[in-house]
């Protein structure tokens, strides 16, 4: 089975290889990062692993950057539902970036995406989800000062215009092609794309200057900028450089990604410590044994468990990561002692982000735009 | 040859009648025309001489009103070049209802939309034209108070996120069957319908109140509004009632519509009183024979002859107009008579209008939602 990547659905088994070549990015090379080591003083752990797997024209922001022209960074959330931590996955890759390269940040929120996308969810859904989101990206830690939110609907004044430049140079054709739209799609989610487009040049038109841009985003998103890549040249800016990061797994297995729709694939950044411990011990998908005897004696399987997957993106340590998966290869570690690491972790993890969280209801209006 | 009506072409000898059939308005008739008489005092000439000829639900406008529920008037101008004769007839009208009526008026401006669908257009040109032509709105003498200008892309923040709503229930299908639009027209093209929609509402939105809208408009526009009255009211509101005019036929003969991109078709409302004469008797269409002596044998046909037919729009006077009329199909009066006849009476408005237009320059604001 092929999977389907698209910016409004994940399904099957991806293969990030095979991605790199339909999609026509770049695979994120050893030259690639020792460059960022020596620009940034560290490689991320999400570019060590992998995660962080792809990009276009990484190489032209940071000629610029070494020029002394900084890039400013783009990436964003479309409200739809509660923030589920694989969301959390592209943001703290954006906070390190945003700290290693001390640059601003543009963050959008695409109020009108799902709301136009999503048959059943309402305007008053979706502005409801809008304001929750916000809470989660200013409990990701970015410097308020360095970072600017952007919605669609309330900063429509800035980027209704701009987005109208960007709409007359793309046809129907390209967004069939781009997206699979239909006759049957509808002219505002026809039209949206223009809209992601908008903020990857904006702040150009804000400060009068021409800056490049660099978007940290999952890759399902890649089909709008491959389309907006295009256009912007053509209204005198930079084109937009990206870098892509694979899916976290859904709690169920290592196919498609997590959906806040399907409770069971996800956990919520407002889940619990209970919660959590209940969700994965019930629903992570396991690379072990069926008996401890035969664990025991076989070993397990890392690269299908789930919770060492998660522990790919949640545990810094690298020693400790090899640790467990040649323990959980060897059968010294069971399925259950594995969910217990990953319960400790996320649960460590959450208690932080909760606690921001709670603080960033006060500072929602220092992040405006 | 059939005539071509759409919202962005006029080709060819239109046939109102036919129009009415294919776009599926009412006619107005006598009935009708006595219940507005009784309501308004008087029936303005547009409506005695059949150049405001069709509605859709004018009736059901006229019964809220009996009621003491009032309906806002909604009417605009995409600027995309300078303001001609042609373009005032329907705010000739449109000033008359909000007169006589004693009701609001939301003018929108919508600036994106000539942008988007003529190719060789600028982004500043639009811009500049939207300045130049808000001075003729404000010329034709609407009351500052009870008239709001809506610019598409300067009142985004409240048009854009109501835009969305009557996005979300047009398909491509839609458009395509209604504005004959193809895989290569433009995303900014294909959504424009829904910006032209939101005045027909807004007004509702910002006061909370539930309140008819009448929008008085040339017929090309009607396409936008056949597929705008079956949204709307799935959004909470009045179907709104239209009423339709015919247009002012072109200098050079009862043929399409005038256009401000041909010079000889056309006269602007800043041209001078030679610039008229000499277009006049350059350029208007003719019904006289090629003689005197088989002018005044034969006579002249009116219905053809372009300075008779301005008369029909610009000359209030029925009993005028009916000697006229009655003469130069006699014979008696002669195309040259005729011609200084219109320059006189063009000439004369178009002083007020340019006094007006002058004094607009400071009361732009005033209008401004």
Chains 1, 2 share one sequence.
């Not at 809470?135 to 000062?145: T, Y």
Request: hydrophobic residues 35%.
């Amino acid at each position: 089975m092929t999977a389907t990547v698209t910016p409004w659905e994940v399904k099957g088994v991806v293969d990030y290889d095979t991605l790199i070549t339909e999609f026509g990015v770049s695979k994120i090379d050893q030259t690639l990062l020792n460059r960022i080591k020596k620009l940034a003083g560290e490689v991320h752990p999400f570019l060590r692993r992998g995660i962080f797997f792809a990009h276009r024209d990484l190489n032209l922001v940071l000629d610029e950057y070494e020029k002394g022209n900084k890039f400013f960074l783009y990436t964003g959330r479309a409200p739809s539902g509660p923030v589920h931590i694989g969301h959390l996955v592209p943001w703290m890759f954006t906070k390190w970036l945003q700290d290693n390269f001390d640059v601003e940040l543009y963050f959008q929120f695409p109020d009108e995406e799902k709301f136009l996308f999503k048959e059943n969810l309402s305007w008053e859904e979706s502005q409801m989800y809008l304001q929750e989101n916000m809470l989660d990206v200013i409990a990701m830690g970015f410097d308020p000062k360095k970072t600017k939110f952007l919605i669609d609907t309330q900063h429509a004044n800035l980027m209704y215009p701009e987005a109208l430049k960007v709409a007359k140079r793309i046809t129907f054709s390209t967004v069939k092609a781009v997206f699979g739209m239909t006759n049957e799609t509808n002219i505002g989610s026809i039209f949206y794309t223009s809209m992601q487009a908008v903020p990857a040049f904006l702040p150009c038109v804000l400060k009068k200057k021409k800056m490049p841009c660099l978007i940290p985003h999952a890759i399902d998103q890649d089909p709008h900028f491959r389309v907006s890549r295009d256009v912007i040249p053509k209204l005198g800016y930079y084109k937009p450089a990206s870098i892509q990061c694979k899916f976290l797994p859904p709690l169920t297995g290592v196919t498609g990604k997590m959906s806040s729709s399907e409770e069971s694939t996800a956990i919520y950044t407002t889940d619990d410590a209970k919660t959590v411990k209940n969700k994965i011990n019930k629903h992570a998908f396991s690379g072990g044994k069926p008996t401890v005897e035969e664990h025991r004696k076989k070993g397990g399987n890392p690269d299908i468990d789930v919770s060492y997957q998660w522990l790919l993106f949640f545990e810094e340590d690298d020693k400790k990561v090899k640790k467990i998966y040649e323990d959980y290869k060897s059968g010294k570690l069971l399925s259950g002692e594995l969910k217990g690491m990953l319960i400790e972790k996320i649960n460590g993890f959450l208690a932080e982000h909760q606690k921001r969280r709670k603080l960033a209801e006060k500072q929602v209006g220092k992040f405006m735009l």
